[in-house]
T-cell receptor
Framework: NAGVTQTPKFQVLKTGQSMTLQCAQDMNHEYMSWYRQDPGMGLRLIHYSVGAGITDQGEVPNGYNVSRSTTEDFPLRLLSAAPSQTSVYFC????????????FGQGTRLTVV | AQKVTQAQTEISVVEKEDVTLDCVYETRDTTYYLFWYKQPPSGELVFLIRRNSFDEQNEISGRYSWNFQKSTSSFNFTITASQVVDSAVYFCALSSYGTSYGKLTFGQGTILTVHP
């Protein structure tokens, strides 16, 4: 049981490049979400999903796209990377109502130069 | 909108001291969940505890204890006899019931440093 797997762990992008951060979970969790962590600001929600085919914006969605074609996968796309997107990104998954905590991936450290 | 405030940005203690991390939250929901996560220097997020809004019973787990007070919208975390391995960033978080269940609102985090 791998839990929540994020790839890559580290990435350096040039301004304007695009890329996809991968997230996969093998726990059959309905809820998945993406957060970014910046110093002094905690973790902020980018996008989340309540199930396959259903996504919604979080607190800081601009510059990011998501889709959820399967229960297991929830990729985060950076359309045109900007230095302000330099951050640590975490993917999380959570099972149904009231049952468990959110499980987090190991994080992706992204630097945009 | 929900909000979580951890007013203590950094705390520094000497080993074996007790330390309390404060968490205050705001929500209009009547049913919600509160969490504490630990982020050690290695960077992963480690779940510590989850609390339902209808369960105000305090909890003790080894050297850790949590004090949930709905009347003051607080969910404080105490480490007794701190150890160097407790050095980490600690996050308090809040989520709703219903369709927002998958969303967590985090506090800014408290950096705890335990000196030998």
């Amino acid at each position: 049981n791998a839990g929540v797997t994020q790839t890559p762990k580290f990435q350096v992008l040039k301004t304007g490049q695009s890329m996809t951060l991968q997230c996969a979970q093998d726990m059959n969790h309905e809820y998945m979400s993406w957060y970014r962590q910046d110093p002094g600001m905690g973790l902020r929600l980018i996008h989340y999903s309540v199930g396959a085919g259903i996504t919604d914006q979080g607190e800081v969605p601009n510059g990011y796209n998501v889709s959820r074609s399967t229960t297991e996968d929830f990729p985060l796309r950076l359309l045109s990377a900007a230095p302000s997107q330099t951050s640590v990104y975490f993917c999380a998954s959570r099972k149904g109502q009231g049952t468990t905590e959110a499980f987090f991936g190991q994080g992706t450290r992204l630097t945009v130069v | 909108a929900q909000k979580v405030t951890q007013a203590q940005t950094e705390i520094s203690v000497v080993e074996k001291e007790d330390v309390t991390l404060d968490c205050v939250y705001e929500t209009r929901d009547t049913t919600y969940y509160l969490f504490w996560y630990k982020q050690p220097p290695s960077g992963e997020l480690v779940f510590l505890i989850r609390r339902n809004s209808f369960d105000e019973q305090n909890e003790i787990s080894g050297r850790y204890s949590w004090n949930f007070q709905k009347s003051t919208s607080s969910f404080n975390f105490t480490i007794t006899a701190s150890q160097v391995v407790d050095s980490a960033v600690y996050f308090c978080a809040l989520s709703s019931y219903g369709t927002s269940y998958g969303k967590l609102t985090f506090g800014q985090g408290t950096i705890l440093t335990v000196h030998p």
